[in-house]
Structures are given as structure tokens and as C-alpha cells.
């Protein structure tokens, strides 16, 4: 293990896509995302794949439950932005709209999901998936192949749903195989089906002044709903991002510029990082390191979503672990004017901005209003 401001780093395999701030071979840096979508679910882990933390707990008391959550923020100062009543809210939206396509247009938006393997994590994540499609009224449809499969195989898989009319929304869930070329396969997926938001030129859009993306990744893009539904103003305002993944740091900076933040981001070779977060008015950390972000690197009144979702070590808890965020929440709530539990808080809202996204492919592909 290795140690950074009182806490310590995980094993590989207890977040497959987790990375410190810490000077990290550049091909991991860049190979990797910062936080595995499959711990955003709350996935439970096998009790060997813990970590003790007993550094990091010495240092920083218990990150409270979501319930507790609220009774705490009003005692200090920070308001809890409840993810998990949000993407109830925008799930019954969906539900509305969906409805409405289906009775005009006899059309129902449906979403294809690739599982390569037998992880049980992936299958975790994609059986929430198909039942969140449920819920709402969208059709799901699944395909899981064997770890041994070849990379053509799946590629075949992704062509056929590309070709198919019923399908709206392609998703290939990650990781893949070691002997599979993740890049040839995330891009075989129609740009205008790409509803993880992961095609090249849909970030390369995203990038771009005057240009809309297709699709916006779904965590980063949950992260700015939850900043727009609470009402908390972005324009103008200094916005740190912890993490620079492909997945949520990268996009997510882009999303807050698009805002008109002025950004800074924060990454493995930062020096210094918490002079940089200090002068944030808005943070969003996604970096996979349990309570890194202390209360003392908070400006007074910050704004706070809390990406990370990590395992660490309880045995009080009946499943051995208890899931923290990046930031040490008991310190954090009495500095920020707001910030997102976890768990609770960004976590519903990726799946949220999947079926979202799913939704608006339909109706752009049927030309419905």
C-alpha cells in the first residue's frame, strides 16, 4: 500500500479503475479510468478484496449513511444533494415521455447491453441496468458472451444492433477481456447509438466551441444535472475537477467550461493539489481515493460532488466493508454549503442519465418531439 495525506491506496483489485494522486506510470494514467462504473452501484465485494484502512480511519471519522447524512448537514451547514431522490424524479420523467412516444408513434426507445465474461461485478451492474429499463418503460436487450470469446464476435454483436431499428442505445459494459482492443470496440458502436457517451467524436464535439455531442457521458453528466436541479450557479464560478479519466474528470471539465467555469484540474501530478482545491467554489472529485480531500482544503461555502465510491474495511458492518467518497464527508459538512452523500448521491444518477440518454436517442432517431 501506499500512503498520500493519511490514507492509503487500494489494491487493484478492489477498484479495478481507481487512481491516486500520485505519479502513476504514464500508460495507466492514460489506459485507465479514475472511478470503475461498477463500484457506482455499491457492488458488493468479496471481504478478501478489502483493504485494511486503519490509517485512513484514525485520521477520518466514519463517512455517515445517507440517512444520517441529512441530520448532520443540518447541524453545520452544508445542504445534502440526495442524488437518489433526484434520479427518482427524473426516472418518472422518463417514464412520462416514454409513454407518450409509445401511445403517438407506436415506437418504445430500447437500450442493448454487451456483457463479454462472467465478472460479478459487470453482471451486478447490468442486471441494474435492465431493471432500471423496466421501470421506465425501455426495452432491454442483452447479450453475454464467454471471456474466451474473440474480439470479432462481439464486434458482429455491435454491427447487428448498429443495423437494428428497435435498438437506440448500444452500451458495451467495461472492462473487457485483457486480449480485446477496447478502443476498436468502443468505436465500432454508431455514434448515434453511443449513449455512454464514449465515442471519440462525440468527446471530440463535447470539446469543440459550437458543437453539440450526440451524447454526454452519463456520471459527469449527472454531476451537472445535480448542480442545475438544486439551483447552484456555475457561470463565472472556480471549479476544480480531481481526477483527469477519459470516463468522468476529462468530460466533466469540459461540461463545467461549457458553463462558463473557469477550471482547473487536479491530477496525478499536481504538486501541491490542495492550494489548487481551496480555491474552488465548485468541486467535483473523481479520483478513487477513499476521504483524500480534507475539510481544511475546502473554501468556506464550496459546492461539493463526491464521484468516488470506495470500499474500506468496517467490521461492524454485516458485509465487512462500508463504501466512502474522495472527500472525508464529517469534515467536509461543516465547511461546504453543499455536497452529495455518499453513498446516495452521484451513484443513482449514472444510470439515470443512461436511460436519459437512451431516451433522447429515440426521439432523435424518430424525429419525435
Known sequence: MEKICGAVRLSPESSTTARLLLPLTRNLSRQHGVVSFNRLVGVRLPHRHL??????????????????SASVATETSAKVIDGKAIAKQIRDEITEEVSKMKNAIGVTPGLAVILVGDRKDSATYVRNKKKACESVGI?????????????????KFISDFNDDPTVHGILVQLPLPS?????NILNAVSIEKDVDGFH????????????EPLFVPCTPKGCIELLHR???????????VIGRSNIVGMPAALLLQREDATISIVHSRTKNPEEF???????????????????????PGAVIIDVGINPVE???????YRLVGDVCYEEACKVASAITPVPGGVGPMTIAMLLSNTLISAKRIHNFQ
Request: aromatic content about 4%; charged content about 20%.
Open 277 to 299: 482545491i481551496r480555491e474552488a467554489d465548485i468541486i467535483i472529485s473523481a479520483v478513487g481515493q477513499p476521504n483524500m480531500v480534507r475539510g481544511n482544503w475546502i473554501k
Open 200 to 211: 471519440p467524436l462525440n468527446i471530440g464535439r463535447l470539446a469543440m466551441r459550437g458543437r
Open 139 to 155: 426495452n432491454s436487450f442483452e447479450v453475454r458472451l464467454p471471456e474466451d470469446c474473440t474480439e470479432q464476435e462481439v464486434l
Open 51 to 68: 483493504t485494511s484502512l486503519t490509517a485512513l480511519t484514525t485520521h477520518c471519522s466514519p463517512s455517515p449513511s445517507p440517512l444520517v
Open 179 to 183: 486480449h480485446m482492443n477496447e478502443q
Open 230 to 240: 438544486y439551483g447552484i450557479n456555475i457561470k463565472g464560478k472556480k471549479a476544480v
Open 314 to 320: 468496517d467490521t461492524n458492518s454485516p458485509r465487512g
